[in-house]
């Protein structure tokens, strides 16, 4: 039955693209008119196409789905986090695809050890605030954007997108009453956020090209036409966000590229006021700031690459902040500085070393870092749900790829780790029962790239294989794949096969030259170290070729499309999730999304031909190879991504048929860059995935 089966055939309408003395014949660029009826007509193809070729899985994709569901405890709770007079958590339940939103009122106020809350058992007090599934009832996608509560607890500003393409329309509830204000804000941005006081939404909206360029405010009741302008930024290359201090004291607006920022204050107490820059832009130089008040002096902490490539981070005065710097942590070749929260009595820094996320304590009187330190060889740890100014304890989240999400509470004057919950993982799931491990490949140029490996002990070491292995990269924006649990991951692991990540360069692993080491002209870093990792694990006896298939997604998918012409006999299948495989195309053409900010991490091939030569020797649709056998290819794409448009696959797609390979494409068609929304159509469409990668690795049965 599948030989019989035929793949859609894409016209071929060759449209010419010039640039630099260079012409290319695109025969598939008829396929990015979206709304035309052949081109939906060629998508419904290609599902039906990829439905049927991937009919006989549906027996294990169920199976699948059953062990994801049957290992998650969908009647569940957060750990309450404390903002105000009450704590706050979100419950899930069972049948159920999206969470609730609660709160319950503190016992006193000195009560700072959050509620054990009990799935299925009342809270007393309780109250929800937003319910998801009341919120996404007629709409076939659902995401929450904002979900900011007012200080005084009397407001909720929540922000919700139903088409997938990440526009966001802002309400506001009063919580006293469980009912909407007037007020209604359309086309925004994620990350709005009410102001200290409850009068105002601070939110942005983005420009032609998808990109986040103007802060508004709106004062609740107002007409939301008359919002006032805040702050604009008018280059391209630029973003914009913007946020309140933990302190409350200011409003911080940011604004950058891949490669510069600048950060601009407005107090709170008075947010009509001009903004005033911290430090000019300076090319090349990031930057961000965090308020605290140290004996009895407002100061800004600003952390800083200003000839520190890993950075560094100084201290100023509020007042003043382009004067005297007084530096907190030098710069240390190999720690790389992430960020810094500012607490009334003390602030918390985040930083890389030696390949791993860590979290440190900031004594503002000595400038001392507490590390706090954890048992396992590979892991992630870092602060999250911090919102109070002045709390006695630190809540930090916690994980690796044998140890499920960690919540744990530090004591700041004992210090001592308090548990608060761990994900549970029913089925009789037994951290003992895996193992972890980081091996080093060697690159081209020498140098060493880490990858590592995840495996069930019962299916014997990976040194002792060769056994199957899932192989996984990005590398890019200096964006890190951290350990990190997975319940759908152990569908994979219980079959025998080993899960291993390949930290290549481009991501952000082993600090900041490890991303300038794997962008624009030296781009190509990436592409060979994940082949360089494949070719490891092989030469090691860990796997074999046959037994070895690969996924990544968005940038990591144009990662896949590249080693898919590089290295096709290293891989028997590869999975590119919203893959970036027009990667040329798309960064020629400043009027697409997010294009011209692009270029600091790509190069800018409209106006140099340098760049332009360079990115046309990768980019994986143009660089399809005669005469060579592909491995099998399943991409999925969505159509309303705003972020990798779904015509790069389907171009990439019909291109690779065109020389004989094994390539489907699976298009949502209500979905965005994320895929499905709601929990249950998501476990499904990973389920897909995985039954796809099992059938390539011969374990279907």
Same mark, same amino acid.
């Given at each position: 039955?599948?030989?019989?089966?035929?793949?859609?055939?894409?016209?071929?309408?060759?449209?010419?693209?010039?640039?630099?003395?260079?012409?290319?014949?695109?025969?598939?660029?008829?396929?990015?008119?979206?709304?035309?009826?052949?081109?939906?007509?060629?998508?419904?193809?290609?599902?039906?196409?990829?439905?049927?070729?991937?009919?006989?899985?549906?027996?294990?994709?169920?199976?699948?789905?059953?062990?994801?569901?049957?290992?998650?405890?969908?009647?569940?709770?957060?750990?309450?986090?404390?903002?105000?007079?009450?704590?706050?958590?979100?419950?899930?339940?069972?049948?159920?695809?999206?969470?609730?939103?609660?709160?319950?009122?503190?016992?006193?106020?000195?009560?700072?050890?959050?509620?054990?809350?009990?799935?299925?058992? +009342? !809270?007393?007090?309780?109250?929800? @605030? #937003?319910?998801?599934? *009341?919120?996404? &009832? $007629?709409? /076939?996608?659902?995401? %929450?954007?904002?979900? +900011? !509560?007012?200080?005084?607890?009397? @407001? #909720?500003?929540?922000? *919700?997108?139903? &088409? $997938?393409? /990440?526009?966001?329309? %802002?309400?506001?509830? +009063?919580?006293?009453?469980?009912?909407? @204000?007037?007020?209604?804000?359309?086309?925004?941005?994620?990350?709005?956020?009410?102001?200290?006081?409850?009068?105002?939404?601070?939110?942005?909206?983005?420009?032609?090209?998808?990109?986040?360029?103007?802060?508004?405010?709106?004062?609740?009741?107002?007409?939301?036409?008359?919002?006032?302008?805040?702050?604009?930024?008018?280059?391209?290359?630029?973003?914009?966000?913007?946020?309140?201090?933990?302190?409350?004291?200011?409003?911080?607006?940011?604004?950058?590229?891949?490669?510069?920022?600048?950060?601009?204050?407005?107090?709170?107490?008075?947010?009509?006021?001009?903004?005033?820059?911290?430090?000019?832009?300076?090319?090349?130089?990031?930057?961000?700031?965090?308020?605290?008040?140290?004996?009895?002096?407002?100061?800004?902490?600003?952390?800083?690459?200003?000839?520190?490539?890993?950075?560094?981070?100084?201290?100023?005065?509020?007042?003043?902040?382009?004067?005297?710097?007084?530096?907190?942590?030098?710069?240390?070749?190999?720690?790389?500085?992430?960020?810094?929260?500012?607490?009334?009595?003390?602030?918390?820094?985040?930083?890389?070393?030696?390949?791993?996320?860590?979290?440190?304590?900031?004594?503002?009187?000595?400038?001392?870092?507490?590390?706090?330190?954890?048992?396992?060889?590979?892991?992630?740890?870092?602060?999250?749900?911090?919102?109070?100014?002045?709390?006695?304890?630190?809540?930090?989240?916690?994980?690796?790829?044998?140890?499920?999400?960690?919540?744990?509470?530090?004591?700041?004057?004992?210090?001592?780790?308090?548990?608060?919950?761990?994900?549970?993982?029913?089925?009789?799931?037994?951290?003992?029962?895996?193992?972890?491990?980081?091996?080093?490949?060697?690159?081209?140029?020498?140098?060493?790239?880490?990858?590592?490996?995840?495996?069930?002990?019962?299916?014997?070491?990976?040194?002792?294989?060769?056994?199957?292995?899932?192989?996984?990269?990005?590398?890019?924006?200096?964006?890190?794949?951290?350990?990190?649990?997975?319940?759908?991951?152990?569908?994979?692991?219980?079959?025998?096969?080993?899960?291993?990540?390949?930290?290549?360069?481009?991501?952000?692993?082993?600090?900041?030259?490890?991303?300038?080491?794997?962008?624009?002209?030296?781009?190509?870093?990436?592409?060979?170290?994940?082949?360089?990792?494949?070719?490891?694990?092989?030469?090691?006896?860990?796997?074999?070729?046959?037994?070895?298939?690969?996924?990544?997604?968005?940038?990591?998918?144009?990662?896949?499309?590249?080693?898919?012409?590089?290295?096709?006999?290293?891989?028997?299948?590869?999975?590119?999730?919203?893959?970036?495989?027009?990667?040329?195309?798309?960064?020629?053409?400043?009027?697409?999304?997010?294009?011209?900010?692009?270029?600091?991490?790509?190069?800018?091939?409209?106006?140099?031909?340098?760049?332009?030569?360079?990115?046309?020797?990768?980019?994986?649709?143009?660089?399809?190879?005669?005469?060579?056998?592909?491995?099998?290819?399943?991409?999925?794409?969505?159509?309303?991504?705003?972020?990798?448009?779904?015509?790069?696959?389907?171009?990439?797609?019909?291109?690779?048929?065109?020389?004989?390979?094994?390539?489907?494409?699976?298009?949502?068609?209500?979905?965005?860059?994320?895929?499905?929304?709601?929990?249950?159509?998501?476990?499904?469409?990973?389920?897909?995935?995985?039954?796809?990668?099992?059938?390539?690795?011969?374990?279907?049965?």
């Amino acid at each position: 039955m599948t030989e019989q089966l035929s793949a859609p055939v894409a016209d071929r309408r060759p449209s010419p693209r010039a640039h630099h003395g260079d012409t290319f014949a695109d025969p598939y660029e008829w396929l990015r008119e979206k709304d035309a009826a052949s081109v939906r007509a060629h998508l419904d193809a290609e599902n039906a196409y990829t439905d049927a070729r991937t009919a006989h899985l549906e027996g294990l994709r169920g199976r699948i789905f059953d062990e994801i569901k049957g290992r998650t405890q969908e009647t569940d709770l957060s750990v309450p986090t404390r903002h105000g007079s009450w704590w706050y958590y979100s419950r899930t339940v069972e049948g159920r695809q999206y969470g609730i939103h609660c709160r319950a009122p503190l016992a006193s106020p000195d009560d700072w050890t959050p509620p054990q809350l009990t799935p299925g058992v +009342d !809270v007393p007090g309780e109250q929800v @605030l #937003l319910d998801d599934n *009341v919120e996404a &009832e $007629g709409h /076939e996608f659902f995401s %929450l954007g904002t979900f +900011d !509560v007012s200080t005084d607890g009397a @407001l #909720l500003l929540y922000g *919700v997108d139903t &088409e $997938g393409d /990440e526009r966001y329309t %802002l309400r506001v509830r +009063d919580l006293a009453t469980g009912e909407n @204000l007037p007020d209604v804000i359309t086309d925004t941005f994620s990350g709005a956020t009410l102001s200290p006081d409850g009068r105002f939404v601070v939110y942005t909206t983005v420009d032609d090209a998808w990109r986040p360029d103007t802060v508004w405010l709106h004062e609740l009741g107002a007409d939301p036409a008359a919002a006032q302008q805040l702050f604009h930024e008018p280059d391209e290359r630029y973003w914009v966000g913007a946020g309140f201090t933990r302190s409350e004291r200011y409003l911080v607006i940011e604004t950058g590229s891949s490669i510069t920022s600048e950060e601009f204050l407005v107090p709170a107490d008075d947010l009509r006021a001009e903004p005033r820059s911290v430090w000019p832009r300076v090319e090349g130089v990031e930057y961000s700031v965090t308020h605290a008040v140290v004996d009895g002096e407002d100061v800004l902490y600003v952390l800083h690459n200003a000839d520190a490539l890993d950075f560094e981070l100084v201290r100023v005065s509020a007042s003043d902040p382009a004067g005297a710097r007084e530096v907190v942590l030098g710069h240390e070749p190999g720690r790389r500085l992430l960020h810094m929260s500012a607490f009334r009595d003390w602030g918390v820094v985040s930083y890389r070393r030696e390949g791993l996320p860590r979290v440190g304590l900031l004594d503002y009187a000595s400038g001392a870092v507490d590390e706090l330190d954890f048992d396992e060889p590979l892991y992630s740890a870092g602060a999250s749900g911090n919102p109070e100014w002045a709390p006695p304890v630190l809540r930090l989240g916690y994980g690796s790829f044998v140890t499920p999400g960690t919540v744990y509470e530090y004591v700041i004057g004992s210090g001592e780790l308090l548990l608060r919950k761990r994900q549970p993982v029913l089925g009789g799931y037994d951290p003992a029962d895996y193992d972890q491990r980081r091996l080093w490949a060697t690159a081209e140029d020498g140098t060493r790239i880490p990858i590592s490996l995840v495996w069930k002990r019962s299916f014997g070491d990976p040194a002792d294989g060769p056994r199957p292995v899932h192989l996984y990269g990005y590398g890019s924006y200096e964006h890190s794949i951290d350990p990190g649990f997975s319940v759908a991951r152990l569908s994979m692991l219980d079959r025998g096969v080993v899960f291993a990540v390949a930290h290549v360069r481009g991501g952000g692993e082993m600090g900041r030259q490890w991303y300038e080491d794997g962008k624009l002209l030296a781009k190509r870093n990436t592409f060979t170290d994940f082949v360089a990792a494949g070719r490891h694990l092989v030469d090691a006896g860990v796997t074999v070729p046959e037994r070895l298939v690969a996924e990544g997604g968005s940038a990591g998918g144009l990662l896949m499309g590249a080693v898919a012409n590089l290295a096709p006999e290293l891989f028997a299948g590869i999975l590119a999730d919203v893959p970036f495989v027009d990667a040329l195309t798309t960064i020629l053409d400043p009027s697409l999304p997010l294009t011209v900010i692009e270029w600091d991490e790509w190069g800018d091939p409209l106006h140099d031909p340098e760049v332009y030569a360079y990115m046309k020797s990768y980019t994986p649709y143009e660089n399809v190879r005669e005469g060579v056998t592909y491995p099998r290819i399943l991409a999925s794409t969505s159509l309303n991504d705003t972020r990798v448009l779904y015509v790069e696959p389907a171009k990439w797609v019909a291109r690779l048929r065109e020389v004989g390979a094994d390539a489907l494409l699976k298009c949502e068609m209500a979905a965005g860059h994320g895929g499905v929304s709601g929990r249950y159509n998501a476990w499904r469409q990973r389920a897909f995935e995985l039954a796809w990668l099992l059938d390539v690795l011969g374990l279907a049965d």
